[in-house]
């Protein structure tokens, strides 16, 4: 069985393609659902992936699957909010969650060195005054596209985070939200935001170099910096 201990969390490191993963999985005991844990992942202590859900079947290969968040567009097509994008990837996701759950032995991949990259793509809709870029930000082989750059009421530029709503209020009587994805420092968080916003006004300035036809499909790019993790002993 996958669940032994009811809502016990282990925490385990996987390195995968140069990036320091920590996993943690809370195992759900509720046997009249297929869902069997949660699962969250943290880059390198700095950015985290959160909501990912253990499935039980028996046509998986390891009795389980792991599923990404996802959001329902117009056309009743679910897309994920990130993913795994390679094979590799989605195995040693699949074998971290497996060993964490069954015997609890930590699972380490990779050399530890970090490398985080963003790509900011302007919009150029017209009927939209709120979104004002998209950004597809890239940690090794997991891959999150649900990131935006948004326009206050001011007129300021924020990164927005995919997110939901709770079912409970804040103090101010407004709904609570909580992320599926978000930096895990106010430093790093910083960092990103900076980082974005210089590629957005850098792919605004060429995209004035372009004709409007191609506009859309103009995008920049740059790595992130951070500091290297630390090395297992």
Known sequence: ?????????????????????????????????????????????????????????????????????????????????????TSDMSNALADAVAKAMESGEPVTIGNGETHISTYVTPVHYQNNETMAAKVNLKCGDMVCDSIVLRKSIEGNLFVAYPSYEKKQLDESGNPVH?????????????????NILAQYDAAMKRSYEVKPKEKETQSYSVEVPTSPAPKQK
């Open 1 to 85: 069985s996958l669940i032994q201990d009811s809502q016990r969390i282990i925490r385990r490191k996987v390195k995968k393609g140069g990036i320091m993963f920590e996993i943690r999985v809370t195992k759900l005991d509720n046997q009249e659902s297929n869902v069997k844990g949660l699962v969250s992942m943290v880059v390198d202590g700095k950015f985290a992936f959160s909501s990912m859900r253990v499935i039980e079947s028996e046509k998986a290969q390891r009795g389980f699957f792991v599923a990404m968040p996802s959001y329902r567009t117009k056309e009743g097509k679910y897309v994920d909010l990130y993913k795994p994008v």
């Open 178 to 194: 909580t992320s599926y994805c978000n930096p895990t420092t106010a430093e790093f968080r910083t960092t990103l935001s900076d």
